[in-house]
């Protein structure tokens, strides 16, 4: 089609592998998203959550920006400090939001700017079940994701959590971007295999980033 090669010569970086999910490989530099994990764990460690069921959440996460993602007894939210220490989340550093911010547009979600940014931590063997991200306040609003070390792969579901699934393996450095159509679709991450990175051992990290307030 020649739109589609118009769009392919505009940005050869990116690839839109459905209606509002688009992928950059080996987008971003490792070390400096690398760096940002250890800024934010310094400050408030990595923790496995609950469920508002009580369940422990199996990936553990901390978070930077004005607000962070939060689940407890008392509910999946945003929350302006850690419930547990009292501390404001480290903030989103100016350099890390204009790459989002322009990743963001490139992919045609002109002024997104990311508000809070939940890094996930997975062990070997830890999965991510099917979800939907709907704790931000707009919808129209992407989410831009980021990967390091361990690949893993994620999966796009529909509007139900079950089906078939768009696998999608992400390696260390690929910007995934989901908005539009896809906003809401229910995703989750394959259970980790057990594998090495030069860059995190036997982890993976994602950064999301996102527009919650
Ligand atoms: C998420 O859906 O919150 C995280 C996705 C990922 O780890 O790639
Ligand atoms: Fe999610």
């Given at each position: 089609m020649m739109q589609n090669d118009l769009f392919r010569a505009l940005a050869p970086e990116m690839e839109e592998l459905a209606p509002g999910i688009v992928l950059f490989q080996l987008y971003v530099d490792e070390q400096?998203?690398?760096?940002?994990?250890?800024?934010?764990?310094?400050?408030?460690?990595?923790r496995h959550m609950v469920t508002p069921g009580g369940k422990k959440i199996n990936v553990a996460?901390?978070?930077?920006?004005?607000?962070?993602?939060?689940?407890d007894r008392r509910g999946y939210r945003y929350e302006p400090k850690d419930p547990l220490s009292g501390k404001a989340w480290p903030e989103i550093p100016d350099e890390i939001s204009t790459i989002i911010s322009d990743a963001a547009a490139k992919a045609g979600f002109q002024g997104f700017v990311a508000d809070s940014c939940f890094i996930n931590r997975y062990s070997p063997g830890v999965r991510l079940t099917a979800?939907?991200?709907?704790?931000?306040?707009?919808?129209?609003?992407?989410?831009?994701?980021?990967s390091l070390g361990v690949?893993?792969?994620?999966?796009?579901?529909?509007?139900?959590?079950?089906?078939?699934?768009?696998?999608?393996?992400?390696?260390?450095?690929?910007?995934?971007?989901?908005?539009?159509?896809?906003?809401?679709?229910y995703h989750g991450v394959k259970k980790l295999e057990n594998a090495f990175h030069p860059l995190t051992g036997d982890i993976r990290y994602n950064l999301?980033?996102?527009k919650a307030l």
């Open positions: 400096k998203f690398m760096d940002v994990v250890k800024y934010a764990a310094a400050e408030i460690p990595f996460g901390t978070s930077i920006g004005k607000c962070g993602w939060y689940s979800h939907i991200d709907q704790d931000e306040k707009d919808f129209s609003q992407p989410i831009v994701s980021v690949s893993a792969i994620f999966q796009l579901f529909g509007e139900s959590r079950g089906g078939k699934a768009l696998n999608i393996p992400l390696h260390s450095g690929d910007l995934l971007i989901f908005g539009g159509p896809a906003r809401r679709a999301t980033f996102r």
